[in-house]
């Protein structure tokens, strides 16, 4: 699908467009969507240290010429040897101020540890040397603050405990607290440990100097040594925990000791061998116990995966050779466990890439974590070119196919949707930077330009650098084995467009987008979501609205943790989405979640660049409600008015299959300081205090988080206006009106800040943190026939605030919905949405299908659109099909377009054609039929399916 739609696209664009996607559709017929194969690593063959991120013979000269060459690198190394100098100074007076700092179990020696409902409970057994203490708890969260170094008590195990400072108490006082209440404090202090330690052992490396690995060895020794005698811990309750447990970690995925851990070996190793040789096969036997632990526990469809094969290929890489080993497990063992062989806790990569869709190229996960797992795939090639010199990407086909994919989840301002348990930030662009280093170091000039431009064109969204120059990272890693990236002028950045559709849908997360423009402020965009992946919420046909340069209808994220329960209770459940609940009572099971939605029409079709009515996208989804076995229905659309002016269309139909319906719940939170509610007339809505929406109910707990909650009772139509400002810029509106039916109640509350928002991203931390005002409608028996149907309009403050004069509404038909918006341009569009295919009318206006738009301005027609449907007619003007079918006819300047993807019948009234009546379509000659209807003279001509084209009238 995606060569077809290049190809389509390539006849629409300039010359230099046209050279580089040719070689990008030539080069995407050459990938073969290959899964369950077995990625050959027969050639490998590892000898010297180092060789995890630095090569033995080469890796000196390349370190010292990037410190010499590179201002960055001077900078991070020399903070790097300031900070270890002063450490091995100290340590030459006195040889145990860092090691005594590791967290073991200095006096009781324990070997085997216990857990309970994610938390430490005790630990047992003795073992000949201190061993490594296990962490307080599966959550982070804790009251107490973690010391720096030099504040830790030297060999703390004062009976278990741990000397803390209480961040809840005033003064900040430092206390004995039991290791169950510590969070991951001892995780922290430990990796910070290790990576004191690794950079000596670096230095020792790079200078031969051995005071530094004196100095590493230190900490290095007792690390490992005691981490050999801790067995794997047991979970007293015997469930879920004891699956994803590691030796460090509850979770196998936060074994993130290891990275500095093996670096700092590997670095050492000389020196371990000159002077310790008897302890190179104690620590082979701790790295082999520690990746077998991993392989063991976990979760294997997903993100855990990865990361958990990452930690098994850096024991590898500084393993030896199989041969070397009695066991016959070393390097080429450990790679294989990871690549091709599956286990019921972790997959091969090969097995794993069936995560992705093999349409679209998505992962099946939120994009919160699904641009992580790109970038760890991407990683793992990096990690294979670097070290073991071997192109996997070779064997892993669909990485190019997703790394170009991944974009779509960019709004115009450059940062991702945010469904599921993700954040709001800028697309991570190291995948695409990896496959630029694949390509250099292989030598494929193709690939290189396709990744290099993309490169340059996300950053023009406004990612982290300016469109193309340097992309760069800093810190340790930085110095070694992932150099910056540096596009050269000759590759031009593309358009959005190359990369962002009008509409995209990836069922595998029950994903659906809708664009009209890319511009940062003008721009419009819908984000869709159901719950089909893992990282999912429990939130029926959720949606995000995109204006102004923001994210004004925002999802919910995370809230407080996984484990906090803020996300129980509420950010991972209806009541924090833009959503339906029936009954108040809809939910199902989060995280892992079966519950998708079904696409029923979608225009333009999904990834398509070219060749449509670019004034109107719209989609169509369906869902099955589980607690209530209800049906929902939400027909989107967005409307172009004009270069920068448009709005959304929103109508949200839901009903229980036994016809039980107590209430509908239509929620939508916006960002802003506040909201105003008025009706039709622009005179304030009489909202009062109200105790509904609540628990006490029998309703979802997640009610139970509105405040200041007022309401009115109204069968009229209303408006609601949000309001935010921003310091320093124009202030934003988001503008709503929603079509009233009897037995309506209307609720203003407050709800509780998204927890999508962080680190001043898109908006200022004090604006994240702000409640959002949210409007509850409660539609009292089922909300089918009577649907919530709402206009939406961002807006800024000039032109009093929106482009809309007028909305109003039309047709009494039960299952139908007819709304005029009425421009202050001259414009009105009549929108027709039907749950049925029935012919309605209105005026001079007929209509049959799911979904159909007629704009006019004065008397003069601007357009018709016909969404799935059957017939649309206006004024002389028709499309009509014997199936359903989507068209367009428009004007722009003076002349017609037109497209369709059935064949349909086009009516023009007479008046428009000459005395010939014959059309040109793409250089064909139509002919055209009169005919009559409702007493005006037509011609009728049979159209062809065709993308968008001028009609010539002959």
């Known amino acids: 699908m995606m060569i077809s739609m290049i190809k389509r696209y390539l006849r629409r664009q300039s010359t230099t467009t046209r050279l580089v996607l040719s070689a990008l559709s030539l080069w995407l017929l050459a990938i073969k969507p290959v899964y369950a194969q077995q990625i050959d690593i027969s050639g490998i063959n590892v000898k010297g240290h180092a060789r995890l991120l630095a090569d033995e013979n080469t890796g000196r ?135 004191k330690a690794r950079n000596a052992a670096m230095l020792y490396w790079l200078t031969g100097d051995e005071k530094y690995a004196a100095f590493s060895y230190s900490i290095l020794d007792p690390y490992i040594t005691g981490m050999g005698y801790r067995n794997e811990p047991v979970d007293l309750n015997h469930g879920h925990d004891q699956t994803l447990v590691g030796l460090s970690a509850f979770e196998v995925i936060h074994e993130d000791v290891l990275e500095p851990l093996t670096a700092g070996y590997d670095f050492l190793f000389p020196y371990i061998k000159k002077h310790h040789p008897e302890k190179l096969q104690t620590y082979a036997v701790t790295f082999k116990k520690w990746a077998d632990l991993i392989i063991k526990n976990g979760v294997p469809f997903n993100n855990w995966d990865l990361i958990e094969a990452k930690f098994v290929a850096d024991i590898a890489i500084i393993l030896e050779n199989d041969s070397y080993y009695a066991d016959k497990k070393g390097c080429q063992y450990y790679l294989d466990q990871i690549l091709n062989k599956t286990y019921t806790r972790q997959w091969s990569l090969t097995t794993l890439l069936k995560g992705y869709d093999p349409a679209t190229a998505i992962w099946g996960e939120c994009p919160g974590y699904s641009q992580n797992v790109i970038a760890d795939f991407t990683g793992f090639v990096n990690l294979f070119d670097r070290t073991l010199h071997t192109d996997l990407l070779k064997q892993i086909h669909v990485l190019p196919k997703a790394v170009l994919a991944y974009a779509q989840y960019l709004y115009p301002n450059g940062y991702i949707v945010g469904f599921g348990d993700t954040h709001y930030g800028k697309l991570r662009t190291d995948a695409i930077s990896d496959l630029i280093r694949n390509a250099r170091v292989n030598n494929k000039p193709d690939q290189e330009t396709i990744y290099s ?142 519950h998708p939605l079904k696409l029923n029409a979608l225009y333009p079709q999904s990834a398509q660049k070219a060749g449509y009515f670019k004034g109107i996208t719209f989609s169509d989804v369906s869902f099955l409600e589980p607690e209530t076995n209800a049906d929902q229905n939400r027909l989107m659309s967005i409307i172009r008015t004009g270069d920068s002016t448009g709005y959304y269309v929103d109508i949200f139909r839901s009903r229980r299959k036994d016809g039980k319906d107590k209430s509908h719940d239509y929620i939508y939170h916006n960002l802003g300081q506040q909201v105003t509610l008025c009706d039709s007339e622009n005179k304030p809505l009489g909202i009062r205090p109200t105790e509904k929406l609540t628990f006490a109910n029998t309703e979802l707990v997640g009610y139970d988080y509105f405040y200041d909650k007022k309401s009115i009772r109204t069968d009229n139509d209303f408006k609601a206006r949000f309001s935010l400002s921003i310091p320093g810029k124009e202030s934003i509106f988001m503008n709503m009106w929603m079509k009233s039916y009897a037995g309506r109640e209307v609720f203003s509350v407050k709800a509780p800040p998204s927890k999508a928002w962080r680190k001043n991203e898109m908006i200022p931390d004090s604006i994240a943190g702000m409640p959002l005002p949210t409007i509850v409608v409660r539609q009292t028996g089922e909300a089918w026939s009577k649907p919530f149907a709402a206009i939406y309009e961002p807006s800024g403050a000039a032109n009093n605030g929106t482009s809309i004069r007028n909305i109003d509404s039309f047709g009494g038909e039960p299952g139908f919905t007819g709304l005029i918006v009425k421009n202050k341009s001259g414009r009105n569009d009549y929108i027709f949405a039907h749950a049925e295919v029935q012919k309605v009318g209105f005026e001079d206006m007929q209509f049959k299908g799911l979904y159909g738009v007629i704009s006019v301005s004065g008397s003069k027609l601007v357009s018709l659109f016909l969404g799935k449907g059957i017939s649309i007619t206006k004024s002389g003007y028709g499309l009509t099909s014997s199936q359903p079918a989507s068209a367009a006819l428009w004007i722009e300047k003076d002349k017609l377009h037109f497209t369709a993807d059935h064949p349909v019948k086009l009516y023009l009234p007479a008046a428009k054609l000459s005395a010939h009546h014959r059309i040109s379509l793409n250089n064909v000659v139509i002919k055209g039929e009169p005919v009559n209807q409702d007493g005006s003279r037509q011609w009728c001509f049979n159209m062809p399916a065709s993308a968008d084209a001028e009609i010539v009238l002959n």
């Open 61 to 195: 000269d390349k370190l010292n010429t990037l410190i010499k060459k590179e201002g960055w690198a001077t900078t991070t190394f020399n903070q790097i040897r300031a900070d270890a100098d002063a450490n091995v100074s100290r340590y030459q007076t006195d040889s145990t101020w860092m090691s005594s700092r590791l967290q073991m179990y200095w006096k009781q020696h324990y070997t085997d540890v216990f857990i309970k409902n994610g938390i430490y409970a005790y630990a047992t057994g003795h073992a000949p040397v201190p061993t490594v203490r296990f962490t307080g708890t599966r959550d982070a969260a804790t009251q107490y603050m973690r010391p720096k170094l030099e504040d830790i008590k030297p060999y703390m195990d004062e009976d278990g405990k741990l000397y803390l400072q209480n961040g809840t108490v005033p003064g900040k006082p430092w206390e004995w607290v039991e290791q169950s209440k510590t969070g991951r404090i001892i995780e922290s202090i430990n990796i910070e440990i290790i990576e």
């Open 453 to 594: 431009r993309m490169l340059k064109t996300i950053n023009a969204l406004g990612q982290q650098d300016s469109p193309g120059t340097v992309i760069r990272q800093t810190g340790f890693n930085a110095l070694f084995g992932t150099p910056p990236i540096t596009i050269p002028d000759t590759v031009k950045a593309g358009s959005p467009g190359d990369y962002l559709t009008a509409t995209f849908w990836s069922p595998n997360v029950s994903w659906m987008v809708q664009r009209n423009g890319l511009d940062i402020n003008t721009g419009l965009m819908i984000s869709q979501a159901g719950s089909s992946g893992n990282h999912m919420h429990a939130n029926g046909i959720a949606m995000e609205l995109y204006g102004r340069g923001i994210v004004l209808a925002p999802e919910g994220g995370i809230g407080g943790s996984y484990f906090q329960t803020d996300y129980a209770e509420y950010y991972s459940q209806f009541p924090a989405h833009n959503t339906v609940v029936v009954d108040g009572i809809s939910s199902y099971p989060v995280m892992k979640s079966n």
